[in-house]
Each structure stands twice: as C-alpha cells, then as structure tokens.
C-alpha cells in the first residue's frame, strides 16, 4: 500500500470493547492520520465518536509506542528491556514454547479478550495457532459471562431490541449502565424519547452522569438487582399488570415464577435494595402502565455473585408485561447473538485440536492459577504465558496475586502490545502490535445489528505487525505447515462472514444484519421451541441471589469493611485504554474514590485528601472526592487506573475478589467490602 503524498479517507472501525461499534472515517494526509471521525452514514452511531477516540491518532502516535520487538532485561516485573530484531525474538519464542509443549502443551496459556473486538486480529489466526499447539483454552469471563450466559438461559440467545428503536420508547430503564460514558449512541436514541416526552429511569448504585440527566435515579445497593425484580413482579402479578396471552403463549414455566414472585412484597424487595417500598412500587406501574417500555440493561449489574439470576430476571420483565410486542419495547443487554448466525465457526479452526480436549482456564482466575502448582485437578504449572489484547495486571480481580503470578521468574511471558502497561512490563518478550488504523479487521458488535469492516488508513509504524502476522510467523518457526497458517488477512475477512454481502461490507464499511424489526413480538425466540424458558435446564427458576459481601449477607465481615465498593471505568478510560493518553488522563486527573460526604464525615476524611482503601486482599491508595455520587454505605473506586501511574503503585484491583458469578463464571468486580481511612 503507497501511502506517500496520498490525501485520502478511509472507511474504519472503532475497535474497543464498547457496545457501540462506530464506523469510523480517517482522514490520512502525507501518509498520517490527521483525523479520526464517525461516519455519519452508519444508522446506529451516525458520526459521533466518544472523546476517547476522537483522539485516536494522539494514541497511535504516541511517543511511547513499542515499535520494536523488546528483550527482558532486568528482574521480572522491572519493565526494563533492550531492542531486538523479530528473528531474535521469535525464534527465542519458538524455542521456548517447544520446550514446554515437548512436556505438555496446556502449560503455554494464551490470555486475551476485548483489547480490540476485532475478528481478524483477536483470534482469527491466535486461535488457530494455539488450537494446532494443542494450548489451554481460556474462558474468556472478564466482562460480560454471568450476563450473557444468563440471556441465552433464558432467551435461547444475546438478542434483544434494535438500538434505534429506543427513540420510540415512552419509557426507559437504565439499569446498570452510564450510558453517557459507556455507551453513548444508545443515549443519543434514549435523548430522542426524552423529546417526545418518554421518562427516563436511571437504576446504578453510583449517581453517574447519565443518572444525572434521568428523570428519576434508583440508587439501589450494589448486588440487589435480583431483589428489585422480583418486588417488580410482585406488583405486576397482584395489580393485574401481567399480559397473560403473551405468558401464556410465549413463555415456559411463569407459575414457578409467580410463586416467587409473590413472596418479593415491595418493603421485601426495598429493604434489600436500600430503598423505599414505594419506589419499588411506582417503578412497578411506571412499567407496567406506560407502552412502549423499553430496559437498557448494562453489564455493570452482573459483576456480583448473584449477576447471573439478576440478569434473568430482568430480562423476564418484558416477557411478562408482553413490552415486546411494541416497537420502542423490550430489553437489550446484548446484540452479539444476531451474528451468530453469519460467523464462521470454523475461523478459529477448533478442529486443529485433534482428538484432544485441553483443560480450559478461566481468565478471571488468573491470580491463583499463576500461583498453582501441578496437580491431577489443575493439570500442569502453567510455565508460558501469551498475553494479547489484554493487560491482566492492571484488569484482573485480586492483583497482589496476579502480580504475584506474573513475578515468577520460571514463568515465559511473552506479550504483544501497543505500550509498555502493567502487563508488558512483566514480560520477557514484548512483541510491537498494530492499531486499529495499521491493519485489516471485520467487526460484529453487542450494542446494534451491524457487521463491520476496518481498512487499514497507514503502513505499520515501525516494525510493528498485526497480531495475524506475528502468530503466522510464530507458526512457521513451531512447524505448523497446515494450509490456514498461510491465509492472508484478506483472506481472513473473506471468510469470517457466512451469507453476507462482502462487497457491500468492503465499499460501505458496515453492512445490517437482516433481522425482523420486532423479532419477539409474537414470540420466537431462540430456545428450542421459541418460548422464553424460567425454569431453564441447569439454573432453574430464578431466585434472588445475595452477594458475597454486603452488610446483609455478610454481617461479620462487614464489621470491619462496612463499605460497598463498585468500580466503574473513569468516563474517559475504556478499562485499562486510554490510561496513557495524556490529553484524557489530565482531564481524569488521578485515582479517585467517590465517597458520601456523611460517610467521609464519619471516618474525619475531607475531600481531596488522600485515602488508603482497604481489605483483607490489599490496600490501595486513592484520592477521596465527596460527592452524592456515592450513596451513604456505598463507595465508587473509579478505574482502570495502570497500577505504575497511581500513587504507590497500585489500583482498584488490589481489593477485588476472584469469586466467580453465579452463573457464567464471571469476576464479582463489583461484590467488594472496604474500609476506607485518611492516609
Ligand atoms: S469507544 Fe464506543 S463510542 Fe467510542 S468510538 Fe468506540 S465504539 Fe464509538
């Protein structure tokens, strides 16, 4: 590709781990991305981008890329490296992985997931690679488990409501999402209904921006979800709110459920949640009584024990009250499953495996399993590490262990990266990847219905390489001759879609999926027999389940952590990105920890000081901000901060849990107990 005294602009797509998926327009001049815009044309995002990406090109040409494959030099974890050439490194690399598959290949553990949702250069060709090694396979949990395994328990898939059909709503619940941070096109729909007169409900532990900008925020204790749904149905089932032709028709199993329902009276369901009876009963005929309601359900929400039922039964509200058969009606938490039906399942080459059946590894747990020794139940050591897309030491839950882990001076880590984060400074290899705008890669997305494909707009800076040609080369020097290690990224794209109009996909840059516009209004979902399941095989009638750790469900330890902790990204970090861009941090400033001013006042901390949050897993040392953001009893540790750029070296992490969700094995982020004091 000449890029040489070239004006031009080239059809992209937003990368990160964001419902929203932008189609992006890049401007490239003289061979530089000058620009990075939305394109205005894409229905679902319609040209705005996020501050974050606006200021893509500062975080491609950022002083600090690694533009050359890097050598350890120093003590593991020291981030000090020297330059080496790609041979070098990747026959070191080989060499090393052989020597560790000749004794068993499950000890080299690939570890990543949504540093780019890209098809191509996620696991397009790392899947087939690891596959023919014959590797661990990795449960890919750290986000969105307990959730989605929740809606395919119950809706047979992740479907849901179109995105832009939040603009016909009357009502909205926002349930566990900031949109205004997270998810911004949806809230530019949810605007839209707001003008013609919908209510806009705000459901989050946190006052965030958006609950702001909602008519009313419920600001229920972190974990209670589950409690709040069940009081919904209490009062659908006694006020006659139910639409029993929709049940009656389309959803499996609704008596169980009513029976327990009904032991969920409002004051039940409110004293749970923290919140007053007749709130639950207000937000019970706010839905039941105003057509179309519509639940933006978020993942927020999910990241506790019980997030997996939680998640079912709000998913079973519009079943109930029969809100899908209205256009503006309904739930989305995820849109991920519509493409199932136009992926390849054979991209990633699963049948590489053989006969063999690796043990899996779950992401979330990453902390101990780095500390576990050989065992009959665990399998081998893990004795190499390939980390992509991914910076565990700053994201996973319980990072003194995780730290630990990535110590370990007999472990091989090797990690392809754009900077030198918490992750690549332990490694012992870090290999220079391409961003978005240096490579080939095709998209679907959780948050709408559209297919995606992202050109690249530059050459490789540097040496960098895209993840597809750094595992096609590590291929070649391990002997796997097998035809797929040859295909091109061209290639890839062309065969990571079944049944879609590549053409259209390469000339307009996104292609709609054909879907129906209200898919369930007259049932068929995706179960067997296209009925919404409550008594779903292996999980049951759902049940509120309660956290780990709360006041109530865990009084002892609660004595001395009298503090719930959420930690929701910073507005202007998505997880760990944007961490390094320095125009974003200056605007985030540093480390904070919401707090309640009553809270604050109690513990004799005034805003702005300085405060060690803590429990028995860490400590961690943040800068306190009082705000009614923080409910009383609640605190808002903001991240993903990397640990090296907050103060001693540490974030938010430090104190949560590796607990897994009830459903999913999901990280329980958000089902944390502290103490905070003045440092
Ligand atoms: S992070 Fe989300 S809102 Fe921002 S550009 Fe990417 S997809 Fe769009």
Known sequence: MSTLAVSRTVRGACPHDCPDTCALKITVEQGRVVRVQGDPEHPPTHGALCTKVSRYPERTYHEERVLTPLKRSGPKGSGQFVPVSWDEALDDIATQLKAVAARDPQAIVPYSYAGTMGLLQGEAMAGRFFHRLGASL??????????????VATYGGKVGMHLEHYADSRLILIWGSNSIASNLHFWTFAQAAKRQGAKLICIDPRRTETADKCHQHIALLPGTDGALALGLMHELITQGWLDEDYIARHVDGFAALRERALQWPPERAAQVCGIEADVVRQLARDYATT???????NYGMQRVHGGGSATR??????????????RGGGLLLSASGWFKA????????PDLLGERRPRTLNMS??????????????????????VYNSNPVAVAPESRKVVQGFAREDLFT???????????????YVLPATTQLEHLDVHTAYGHTYALMNQPAVEPLGQARPNTAIFRALAQRMGFHEPCFRDSDEQLAEQAFVGLDMAALRAQGWVKLPIAEQPFADGGFPTANGKVRIDAPGYGVPDYVAPYESVQSAPALARRYPLAMISPPARHFLNSTFVNVKSLRSIEGEPLVELHPDDAA????ADGAMVDVFNDRGRYRCRAALSGRARPGVVNGLGVWWRKLGAQGTNVNELTSQRLTDIGGGPTFYDCLVEVQAA
Request: charged share 25%; glycine share 8%; net charge negative.
């Open 365 to 386: 747990t990453i902390g101990d399993d780095l500390l576990r020794e050989a065992s009959p139940a665990f399998g081998p050591r893990i004795e190499a590490l390939i």
């Open 291 to 297: 057509a179309p309601a519509a639940i933006r359900l």
């Open 602 to 605: 109690a513990r004799g901390i």
């Open 342 to 349: 136009f992926r390849n399942p054979q991209l990633e080459r």
């Open 138 to 151: 990795l449960d890919r949990t750290i986000c969105a488990a307990a959730g989605g395994d929740a809606l």
């Open 313 to 326: 039964l709000i998913a079973l509200l519009p079943c109930l009250t029969g809100a899908w058969k209205q």
């Open 414 to 428: 090797v990690v392809l990266e754009h900077f030198l984060t918490d992750t690549a400074d332990h490694a012992d």
